[in-house]
């Protein structure tokens, strides 16, 4: 520890997180001082109107109040700028390296997980598991397939018996169907007609013209 450090008692370095905090807070005055100074500037404008005609030596007074105030104004303006980008690029760092422990911690995370993974390993398990799904595929098909029953029956007999009984069953439809008794024909000539029916029409035929 020097002699500046023993005189004026050395501090521990900011964190972070209490140099942003402080940036923060001098921002803060810096923007109360400009207003303070805006509205100073106000009053000596005011100040160098009113006297601008009557009192040379008060307008004189104002107008370099003003000057100066516009001055200190300025400078507090470049520091204000200074403190924001300053105060921008810690919360960037800040930002980057908590993203970047995360991310070392994730990976780290990550290498602890597949220690205890081999790749070959992982090959022979999912080799092993294929090999017992296709046997219980094959288990599957045997137990569907129905053994000893059907073998000595042969396909083509069971399709001529089944076409021999279908024609059966039409010659009996057949049968049933009742045969009608065939219609009685009729001649049919032309009528005579007798002498008396003659002799009967021209007796109407006399009494309708009388």
Known sequence: MNFLDKLVGKKPALTTSDAIQKLHEMEFMLFKKQEYLESKIEKEKVSLVKNASKNKSAALQSLR???????????????LTTIEMQREALELATTNTTLLKTMQ?????????HVSINVEEV?????????QQELVNEISNAIGNPVGFDDDIDEDELELELEALEERALE??????????????????KVKKSKDDDDD??????????
């Open 123 to 131: 090959n022979n398990i999912m080799d092993s598991i294929a090999d």
């Open 105 to 113: 911690n994730a990976a780290t995370a990550l290498k602890k997980t």
């Open 172 to 189: 009996e439809k057949l049968v049933e169907i009742p045969v009608l008794p065939k219609a009685p024909t009729v001649k049919i000539g």
């Open 65 to 79: 109040r003003k000057k100066r105030y516009e001055k200190q104004l300025q400078q507090i303006d470049n520091t």
């Open 201 to 210: 029409d021209l007796e109407r035929l006399a009494q309708w013209a009388s």
